[in-house]
T-cell receptor
Framework: DAMVIQNPRYQVTQFGKPVTLSCSQT?????MYWYQQKSSQAPKLLFH???????NEADTPDNFQSRRPNTSFCFLDIRSPGLGDAAMYLC?????????????FGSGTRLTVV | GQNIDQPTEMTATEGAIVQINCTYQTSGFNGLFWYQQHAGEAPTFLSYNVLDGLEEKGRFSSFLSRSKGYSYLLLKELQMKDSASYLCVGFYNQGGKLIFGQGTELSVKP
């Protein structure tokens, strides 16, 4: 089945040690998004790629970077994770049809910082 | 802004019906999602409404009124497994952005 896959489901990293989360999709969608969701809060958009064009949200910390080497893959790099970066990270994709049909979330990666 | 407002929490009894309301700002609005999210898991798609009216999918129905900026999610024959957070999410023109409500934490009691 076509889907959005995030690896790993659970990631533990040390304070200050760089970590990379990955997302892949078989939907051939143009747009890929990364969201951060902390406990009891709504998901917060960090950035998104429209094809190869990177769009950063104004309040996304510099500590967070992203790469999209091809249509299928997108990575979230956290350069120096702090305790406050512990959260669920959600990848999503959508097509550019101008509506919300097909907007698809991955299963998320839960990041723990120790 | 494009605020999405929904109640923070609701409680209902197993077997009953519950309606979760949501209001949103209509400027730039394209459509409205409802997602279910269990603790520690990713959101699961329930519905996406673009046109006015009621759409029914088994025990779950979703309603949209574009002119009023109003939606609701109706859950029938509640089961204990329906205890979860329900996210009302607007899809807006600007960059295809999703605007999330804070979620309604639904507790189903025996």
């Amino acid at each position: 089945d076509a889907m959005v896959i995030q690896n790993p489901r659970y990631q533990v990293t040390q304070f200050g040690k760089p970590v990379t989360l990955s997302c892949s999709q078989t939907l051939n969608h143009n747009v890929m998004y990364w969201y951060q969701q902390k406990s009891s809060q709504a998901p917060k958009l960090l950035f998104h790629y429209y094809d190869k064009d990177f769009n950063n949200e104004a309040d996304t910390p510099d500590n967070f970077q992203s790469r999209r080497p091809n249509t299928s893959f997108c990575f979230l790099d956290i350069r120096s994770p702090g305790l406050g970066d512990a959260a669920m990270y959600l990848c999503a994709t959508s097509s550019t049809g101008g509506d919300g049909y097909g907007y698809t979330f991955g299963s998320g990666t839960r990041l723990t910082v120790v | 802004g494009q605020n999405i407002d929904q109640p923070t929490e609701m409680t209902a009894t197993e077997g009953a019906i519950v309606q979760i309301n949501c209001t949103y700002q209509t400027s730039g609005f394209n459509g409205l999602f409802w997602y279910q999210q269990h603790a520690g898991e990713a959101p699961t798609f329930l519905s996406y409404n673009v046109l006015d009216g009621l759409e029914e999918k088994g025990r779950f129905s979703s309603f949209l009124s574009r002119s009023k900026g109003y939606s609701y999610l109706l859950l029938k024959e509640l089961q204990m497994k329906d205890s979860a957070s329900y996210l009302c999410v607007g899809f807006y023109n600007q960059g295809g952005k999703l605007i999330f409500g804070q979620g309604t934490e639904l507790s189903v009691k025996p």
